[in-house]
Each structure stands twice: as structure tokens, then as C-alpha cells.
């Protein structure tokens, strides 16, 4: 068969399955609310739900690769535009705006106009360290490992913190060489 | 809109509008966060009861910010006081908003007078999950039942709160009902246990998925006294 044309990110989001955003957000919601009473710590419900987050990129991106049409990314530069505008679409429904680029090209801002994941929700004073939304970092990370980058994924802008938007700092560290030929069992 | 209308800030999340339950995320999306659910709590526990528990109590956590929602949003700020009402709303408006479709069925159990059962086909939490052998009868179903349970208990302790303020309405009495209802909605004295259940059927590889309602003897009274 031959390689699908690259989509849309709407025209892959038209053609996906969805739910209510609402169910989402809210089982979302219950997840972080079992983890802080669970962990006690903010910090480590941090860094757990980078991990779930990390969990689910590492198996998002090939659902992403079959169903996008995207081949690989001539640089990072084109692969920060495709998630913002094909991987966020096409899971979350809503498109990044990629921004703030070094100059040489390895990182890069991702800022987020609308996010499915904070509706309903507002910090308490006791929360104050929390990245309510790092599960989204993980998935980044996690998905962009799977196809040999390394890269670092902090927050930079949280609504839910007073600011103006939610913006992610996507950085490259290491671009791992592929290695031919693969080592495929077949 | 859903998500904080564009860049729009409010001073408290109260302040914002209403969204109108429109937006939506892929499927994939769902289920991916809900795996993750589910394999947090397996690393929390130690039996299948215990887990089970603790997916029940997420979805406590998600139907009871469900009903207040929807009881704003639907039914203008009206609530169901009858039981077959309840189910009914549970099994049409509620899977409606929730899940994109009525349930496939609502049934009166034949053996107990005090159960009901809400049955689909392919639940939507159960629908990319494949139980392991040695986990028996677990069913992700819990979480579902979990947030039926909250309606459940609220709408019928708000049911009760009407009906016993009608005949007395001192202040102090009223006040210590306001609290007994917080209490219910806060999980205290539930007057049904929401189970859910894989039931094998005919001819189709997959079991359906049964929530079971069985409610507390005092709900059945109070509906039988009001004919």
C-alpha cells in the first residue's frame, strides 16, 4: 500500500472517534485528585504524571504515525509544527502555536490558546507547585523519544498559575542516529 | 466554549460561562488517560476488590461534578425525585452527555424488587480492554458504576431533604438536612450499591457490561408510601 498523503490535523480529527470533552476532563480531573491524596507531595505527583504521560506518548506516537500520514520530519523545526498542529489536534481536539525559537534551531515554545484538560479546575493555595497539566509534557517527550529525540519538556506558562497562556519549552537534546539495518525479527 | 474561552481569563473559575458540552477529544485520547487510570491504581493494590474500589472512587469523583452539571445545564436546575425518574434520566441524559448515546438497555431485576440493571453492550471504558485470566472478574465497568452511584445517592437524599422539610420547616431542623445531604454527596450513608458485571451473551464474542443498582430499603419504602 502505498504511504498515505499527509493530513490535516482537522481532516484526521474529523475522522477519529471522539467523546465528550467533558468525561475527559473531568476523569482527568479524578486522576489528579487520587494522585494528590495518594502522594501527598506535589512534587511527586509531578513527576508521576510526567511518567503516565511518558507512558502514553510511547505508545500515542505510533497510533499518530498510522493515522496522520506524516513521514519523518526533515528537521525539528517541521516536527514542533506537526505536533502543534496535527498531534494536538488530533487528540485533543484544539492546535498549538509554535514560537520563541533559539537560534539554532533546537527549542522551541509551544503555546496553547485552548486546553481541554483545565476546564472546571482552579488551584488551591495548598497546589500552588502543582503543573496541573505535565501529563501533557510526559506525552511529548515520550512520543518524540520513539522516534530518536531526546528532549526535555518544561512549562514555561500556566494559566492556572495567573498567566496568560500555557506555554511548553520543547527542547532538543539529542538526536539519536537511527541505526541501520534495523534489527527487525523478520 | 469548553477550555477557558480563548485566552480569556477569569478572576475564579465560577466566573467563566457554562460550556455547552460540545467539544469533544479523540477516543484514543480517553482511552489512553483511562489505561493509565487503571494502571496506577494496579500498582496502589493488592486484590481486585480493593482496585475495583479505587476506580469506583474515581468515578464518584467524576459523577458527582457530572450531576451538578448537568442539573444546571439539562434540566434547569431540576431534579428527579421519583425513582424510575432517576433511572430513566441516569440511563438516557446522563449516558447521552457521557458516553454519545442512550444505554442499550434498563431493566427491572426479576429476583430482588430492589434492583435495576443498565445494560451496553460495549462500554466505552471496557471497550480496549482485555481482562487478564488471573484477574477473575474485574471489570473497568467500576468506574461507570462509580459515577452512577453518586447520582444515585444525591438525587434521592435531595428527594429526601424536600420531602421532609414539607412537613416542618424550623430553621435548625432544615440546617441539619442541608448537612445530611453534603454528607451523602460526600459518600456517607449511600442508599445504593452500583456494582458492575460482564454478562456473557449468545453469539457475540465479547461480554456486555451490566451496572447493577441495588437500592437500600428505605428508598423502596419511601416510593412505596408515595404510591
Known sequence: ?186 | MIGAGKIKQYANVLDKPLSRGRQEVSLSAFAFLFSELVQYNQTRVDNIAELERRLEDAGYAVGARVLELLCHREKGNRRETRLLGILSFVHSTVWKVLFGKVADSLEKGTEHEDEYMISEKELLVNRFISIPKDMGTFNCGAFVAGIVKVRMGYDLAVFHWLFVTSISSNWPKLNKLLFLEKGVLDGAGFPAVVTAHFVPVEGQHRPRTTILIKFAEEVLQREARLG
Not at chain 1, 487520587?34 to 503516565?52: A, F, G, P, R, Y
Not at chain 1, 507547585?129 to 526535555?152: D, F, H, P, Q, W
Request: proline content about 3%; glycine content about 6%.
Open chain 1, 1 to 186: 500500500m502505498a504511504p498515505l498523503a499527509p493530513r490535516t490535523g482537522d481532516a484526521v480529527f474529523a475522522n477519529v472517534e471522539r467523546v465528550n470533552a467533558e468525561l475527559f476532563t473531568l476523569t482527568y480531573g479524578a486522576i489528579v485528585r487520587q494522585l494528590l491524596t495518594d502522594l501527598e507531595e506535589v512534587e511527586e505527583v509531578n513527576k508521576q504524571l510526567d511518567q503516565m504521560g511518558y507512558n502514553i506518548g510511547v505508545r500515542l506516537i505510533d497510533e499518530f504515525l498510522a493515522k496522520s500520514g506524516v513521514s519523518s520530519c526533515v528537521d525539528f523545526r517541521e516536527t514542533a509544527d506537526v505536533i502543534a498542529k496535527v498531534g494536538f489536534k488530533m487528540f485533543l481536539g484544539v492546535t498549538a502555536s509554535v514560537t520563541n525559537w533559539d537560534a539554532e534551531g533546537t527549542s522551541c515554545s509551544l503555546v496553547l490558546d485552548d486546553n481541554p484538560l483545565v476546564d472546571f479546575v482552579e488551584l488551591p493555595d495548598t497546589c500552588q507547585g502543582l503543573y496541573y497539566c505535565n501529563i501533557l509534557s510526559g506525552v511529548i517527550r515520550g512520543a518524540l523519544e520513539m522516534v530518536s529525540m531526546k528532549t526535555e519538556v518544561t512549562w514555561i506558562r500556566d494559566m492556572l498559575h495567573g498567566d496568560d497562556a500555557y506555554e511548553l519549552r520543547v527542547k532538543l537534546l539529542k538526536q539519536v542516529p537511527e541505526e541501520y539495518p534495523y534489527k527487525d525479527d523478520e
